[in-house]
């Protein structure tokens, strides 16, 4: 843990004791406000170093589009191009940046295959579907479990 998290975490339960020598009531919202803090700053450690890569094909389907949405940048990123045997490797991709490889020819469908590590080490790996006649599979508002039908 950072030292700074744990100062700000120790002055507040000082400020949470004096709280609740004075009112027994505004020392228990002292400490439910010093919770939720606490749990903001464990919540922020955890996601730190944390690289997104997602993979569109582009309007005309003679390009791969790799971009990293996340907050740290990915190594070692190799995508596999499924049923068509094409494969491509990027070193490196920073926070927010893109990665084009055009292609030979137009691709109807596929399925790409991503993997990657963040600075520490850890592998990630992502399968994506991409269809240039169809919908793609990376639809922003798309529940992560349908309970109402999703369409």
């Given at each position: 843990m950072d030292k700074r998290t744990i100062i700000i975490l120790f002055a507040g339960l000082v400020i949470c004791a004096i709280l609740f020598t004075l009112d027994i009531y505004l020392g228990g919202?002292?400490?439910i406000i010093l919770a939720t803090l606490g749990m903001s700053l464990f919540i922020m450690q955890d996601s730190k170093s944390l690289p997104e890569i997602d993979i569109v094909?582009?309007?005309n389907a003679k390009k791969?589009?790799?971009i990293n949405r996340g907050n740290d940048m990915a190594y070692k990123i190799h995508v596999a191009l499924v049923p068509h045997n094409i494969e491509f490797d990027i070193?490196?991709?920073g926070a927010d940046a893109r990665y084009e490889f055009p292609l030979g020819t137009m691709l109807a469908e596929t399925k790409a295959?991503?993997?990657y590590q963040n600075a520490q080490g850890a592998l990630w790996s992502k399968t994506t579907?991409?269809?240039a006649l169809g919908k793609?599979?990376?639809d922003l508002l798309k529940p992560m479990f349908p309970i109402f039908r999703w369409k």
């Amino acid at each position: 843990m950072d030292k700074r998290t744990i100062i700000i975490l120790f002055a507040g339960l000082v400020i949470c004791a004096i709280l609740f020598t004075l009112d027994i009531y505004l020392g228990g919202i002292a400490l439910i406000i010093l919770a939720t803090l606490g749990m903001s700053l464990f919540i922020m450690q955890d996601s730190k170093s944390l690289p997104e890569i997602d993979i569109v094909l582009e309007d005309n389907a003679k390009k791969i589009v790799v971009i990293n949405r996340g907050n740290d940048m990915a190594y070692k990123i190799h995508v596999a191009l499924v049923p068509h045997n094409i494969e491509f490797d990027i070193a490196t991709l920073g926070a927010d940046a893109r990665y084009e490889f055009p292609l030979g020819t137009m691709l109807a469908e596929t399925k790409a295959v991503v993997t990657y590590q963040n600075a520490q080490g850890a592998l990630w790996s992502k399968t994506t579907m991409l269809s240039a006649l169809g919908k793609r599979d990376d639809d922003l508002l798309k529940p992560m479990f349908p309970i109402f039908r999703w369409k």
